[in-house]
């Protein structure tokens, strides 16, 4: 069965409740729930973590290297635009990765407008909701190598 690896970074524990009119309504918990659901469909395994702590997610990133993860989809928050740590781990991993961002960070601040992890990253997608997620999803199950 193939794994995929979703990461979710800091402050997205309070989607559904943190700036509604950027974010949108639906939970955390919502998205995973899609998520499970497609992937199981596809015989695929998906895996996902929220953490605010970078290095926890880079702990996350690092171990992916090892336990037979096809793809990471990730969503780095802030740490997008600040985390050269990230990109280092992402560097060192093999599989496909696809960054997601819920809002069009190109119609927000231009401190957004600067991606780190963009550049290991196969495919970026932003704007699109919680509907990324499931794009993302659905590219790393089409298109797994």
Same mark, same amino acid.
């Given at each position: ?25 639906? +939970? ?51 740490? +997008? ?10 560097? *060192? ?32 997608? *932003? ?7 499931? *794009?993302?999803?659905? *590219? ?6």
């Amino acid at each position: 069965m193939k794994k995929v690896l979703v990461l979710h970074g800091p402050n997205l524990n309070l989607l559904g409740t943190r700036q509604p009119e950027i974010y949108g309504h639906e +939970t955390l918990e919502d998205i995973n729930n899609g998520l499970y659901e497609r992937a199981a469909l596809e015989g695929w395994d998906v895996s996902c973590r929220q953490s605010n702590h970078e290095g926890e997610l880079i702990d996350w990133i690092q171990a992916a290297r090892l336990d037979g993860t096809a793809a990471i989809i990730i969503n780095p928050a802030a740490y +997008t635009h600040t985390s050269v740590a990230i990109l280092d781990a992402l560097n *060192a991993f093999e599989g496909r990765v696809i960054e997601v961002h819920l809002s069009n960070v190109y119609k927000r601040e231009s401190f957004r407008h600067h991606s780190y992890v963009s550049l290991r990253a196969d495919g970026v997608i *932003a704007g699109l909701g919680s509907q990324g997620y499931r *794009a993302a999803l659905q *590219a790393v199950m089409s298109q797994p190598g």
